[in-house]
């Protein structure tokens, strides 16, 4: 289990990089291609967020990617506001406010120490999604 999970945060940490070079029309194409409707990632990211009400050790960055695609989505196209917000993502994204932790800061580490923090905090992630959610 513990490997999926690592596997799982790559996963979503690649996809949060891909999407930040990538218009909203060639989204839109690539989910056609795929016959992967954006309401199924939009499904998956929540419960994902749900799966990790709390911080983990083993990956601590997956709350935050997972975010980072939500905005996008969001930002991207509207639709995907009212899917999130048909998920309870707003509830979700509450709770993370109340469960951040200082790991969740850092993008690079040595052991158990952070060594790089992100630029953008996961409060700021948060609050970011919550105003496009209230749109």
Same mark, same amino acid.
């Given at each position: 289990? +513990?490997?999926?999970? @690592?596997?799982?945060?790559?996963?979503? =940490?690649? *996809?949060?990089?891909? $999407? @930040?070079?990538?218009?909203?029309?060639?989204?839109?194409?690539? $989910?056609? #291609? *795929?016959? $992967? /409707?954006?309401?199924?990632?939009?499904? +998956?990211?929540?419960?994902?967020? +749900?799966?990790?009400?709390? /911080?983990?050790? @083993?990956? /601590?960055?997956? #709350? #935050?990617?997972?975010?980072?695609?939500?905005?996008?989505?969001? +930002?991207?196209?509207?639709?995907?506001?009212? %899917?999130?917000? #048909?998920?309870?993502?707003? =509830?979700?994204?509450?709770?993370?406010?109340?469960?951040? $932790?200082?790991?969740?800061?850092?993008?690079?580490?040595?052991? %158990?120490?952070?060594?790089?923090?992100?630029? %953008?905090?996961?409060? %700021?992630?948060?609050?970011?999604?919550?105003?496009?959610?209230?749109?």
């Amino acid at each position: 289990m +513990k490997e999926e999970n @690592k596997l799982l945060e790559l996963m979503v =940490r690649v *996809a949060a990089c891909i $999407f @930040k070079f990538m218009s909203s029309q060639e989204a839109s194409n690539m $989910f056609k #291609r *795929a016959q $992967f /409707p954006e309401s199924d990632l939009a499904y +998956k990211l929540v419960q994902i967020l +749900k799966n990790y009400q709390y /911080p983990s050790i @083993k990956v /601590p960055n997956i #709350r #935050r990617y997972v975010i980072e695609i939500a905005i996008w989505m969001m +930002k991207n196209n509207e639709a995907n506001i009212l %899917t999130f917000a #048909r998920q309870g993502m707003e =509830r979700v994204l509450e709770s993370i406010l109340d469960t951040t $932790f200082e790991l969740e800061s850092f993008s690079i580490f040595c052991g %158990t120490i952070g060594l790089c923090r992100h630029s %953008t905090t996961i409060q %700021t992630l948060v609050e970011t999604a919550m105003k496009l959610l209230a749109e």
